[in-house]
């Protein structure tokens, strides 16, 4: 029989909170709200709080809701590598970084507005290093929507 981990951890509102086992972390929407102007949750109910936060490359992932949506993607390999990353932010400005062994590797900066939704493709070149996974941030306001892929090197 196989002895179970069990890790616990105790964080205010509004304190980020990190996964021990994913490494992935939630700002979460009441942080957020201070420079968006809302605490409220919209979308899809406020980051990626009980929401998968692993997964693998080639997978489409959506709006979060409100605050930062964190997302850990298997890549199957280590840097250096390139991959490419499909994104359509609505008409509602979100910003999209992607990380590779805690450096920012990528960057959209805000993106999307009522004249002209935020699509576009980021080339991500991922320097030389051990882990074969990159990390992907998205910082949204109230009501966001947004979708992207990740596409495997």
Not at 95 to 108: A, E, H, L, P, S
Request: aromatic share 6%.
């Amino acid at each position: 029989m196989a002895a179970a981990t069990v890790a616990a951890s105790f964080v205010a509102p509004g304190i980020a909170s990190a996964d021990p086992i994913t490494g992935s972390l939630d700002i979460g929407s009441s942080i957020l709200g201070g420079i968006f102007g809302s605490t409220g949750s919209g979308g899809g109910g406020g980051g990626n709080q009980g929401a998968p936060t692993v997964q693998s490359c080639n997978a489409q992932t959506k709006s979060g809701g409100a605050g930062v949506t964190t997302t850990r993607y298997l890549m199957g390999r280590t840097g250096p590598m390139s991959f490419n990353l499909v994104y359509h932010t609505e008409n509602i400005p979100d910003r999209i970084v992607v990380t590779y062994q805690g450096r920012t590797v990528g960057d959209t900066g805000y993106v999307g507005d009522n004249i002209n939704e935020g699509q576009g493709t980021l080339r991500v070149r991922v320097p030389s290093g051990n882990d074969s996974s990159v990390v992907v941030q998205v910082t949204g306001p109230n009501d966001t929507e947004w979708h992207y892929t990740l596409y495997c090197p």
